[in-house]
């Protein structure tokens, strides 16, 4: 079970930390991801972290304003997001995989989402 939480209204320049806190005990044995949904348009990849949080990944669209990390303690991963667009509105959410990837197919476990919105 994973569940998304951090979401809010934010102006145009700031910023929000999300959090998704899973239960179980295999946690790390995954590489975990971020996702959002638009209204109207696809689900799309935002970010992924492997088992150790070794290694991380972007999509270009958030590069250098997004930043993932997890406590494999607290069996909870972040995406701190900086430098807000509006065009980061959307619904995120977390899911889990066996290795890296990017396509929201290869993810199981979806937590229900949290609802960041950017305005201009």
Known sequence: QLQASGGGLVQAGGSLRLSCAASGRTFSNYYMGWFRQAPGKDREFVSAISWR???TYYADSVKGRFAMSR???????YLQMNKLKPEDTAVYYCA??????SDSRQYRN?????QVTVSS
Do not use: E
Request: a neutral charge.
């Open 53 to 55: 949080g070794g290694s």
């Open 71 to 77: 406590d494999n303690a607290k069996n909870t991963v």
């Open 96 to 101: 889990a995989s066996i290795q890296y990837y």
């Open 110 to 114: 979806w937590g229900q989402g949290t």
